[in-house]
């Protein structure tokens, strides 16, 4: 490319990084500002809200079926879907409806906590807006063609920051300001950009992955492999009789297989044939969440299947890991710094093309 058709391309790319930058810019600050508030909501939730997340360890624990059979005669008009159960011994357990209707239990006295409608709250409703703008039906496509966008973004602002010369690289990096505070927010807003365009970029993939219903199939279909087995519940195959199993028996089951979990995520059956689906989620060094699944006739207790974590292929991995990765939680505390401050530098990236 000559200089000039590579100045004129150059400037071409410059304005449409501009314009759209600005035509999408007041969405992609909302998720970075509701991206920043996901990254550590757990700890602020529990901050917030200790009466409902903390509880005086004892020595001795309620059965898990008296305290969901207490619950469901509490709260006879909910249908509970999912119970939540951490290792950490001052954390209560958690029962939750399919439209996340939450119920807080103290696991050594059964004593009800207090119940919630986790949309209702102020991280439902910031989860809500990061997920589709609360607008019901085509939000979630907003949201995930502005993480295209984004990307393109990206892209196009890599390109342009990118110096022709090798010997101009040194100069990119200088903490040597300009003059004028346009080119000290130009020069801001392109090293910040770079910097911090390696985890944006995952960031917006991970967003356009979750919210495209294509996005998974693709992947399966671009890595040649079958969906993975959890995709496919096994059902119960024991006979119906007066007695099934426990909430206690699945649990202790699954605990014998997968031990030292760091939470088990239950799944109750909500159909006459359906399983105990049990996910006890591990810490390891590359993942704050390995996942494996067990899972358990609803009538005789029977393992119907276990799928490990570690026979998993990456195609399988890879749609279970799509939030850790966009939430910044996949190895800890590390990358839900990085994630809170790539989200806190995308609001200053707004801001600062707007005066561009």
Known sequence: MTA???????????????????????IVLTLGIT?????????????????????SPQETRVSLQSI???????????????????????RPIVFSTSDDFQVFADPYSGAILGSRKYLNTFFGVNREIHRSLFLEGIGKQIVSVTSLVVIGLIL??????????????????????????KGINFKVHSLLGFMASFYLFILAFTGVASGFNFAEKGIFGFSDSVLPAWKNHPFSRGTSTSRQT??????????????????????????????????????TL???????FIYIDKFDGAILRIDY???????????????????????????????????????FLVLGGIFL
């Not at 000039?4 to 007041?26: A, C, D, Q």
């Not at 939430?327 to 989200?343: D, K, M, N």
């Open 35 to 55: 991206g920043a508030i996901l990254a550590f909501e757990k700890e602020i939730d529990y901050k917030l809200n200790s009466s409902l997340w903390t509880v």
């Open 246 to 283: 426990t909430l206690d028996e699945a649990f202790n089951t699954a605990s014998k297989i997968i031990p030292n979990a760091d939470w088990t995520d239950i799944i109750l059956p909500q159909t006459h044939n359906s399983s105990f689906e049990i996910n006890r989620a591990v810490t």
């Open 156 to 181: 196009s602002g890599l390109f342009l920051w990118w110096p022709r010369k090798k010997q101009s690289f040194r100069n990119k990096f200088s903490l040597k300001m300009p003059a004028s505070w």
């Open 4 to 26: 000039e058709l590579y100045k004129i391309f150059r400037n071409s790319l410059k304005n449409i990084h501009l314009y759209i930058g600005l035509v999408f810019g007041p």
């Open 309 to 347: 974590a570690i026979d998993r292929p990456f195609s399988a991995e890879l749609p279970i890991i799509l939030t850790p990765l966009h939430e910044g939680t996949i190895w800890g505390l590390s990358t839900r710094v990085y994630a809170f401050l790539c989200s806190v530098a995308l609001m």
């Open 286 to 292: 590359f993942s704050q969440q390995s996942e494996n």
């Open 68 to 90: 969901l059979e207490s619950i469901q005669t509490k709260f006879h008009s909910q249908r509970f879907l999912r119970v939540e159960i951490q290792s950490n011994i001052v």
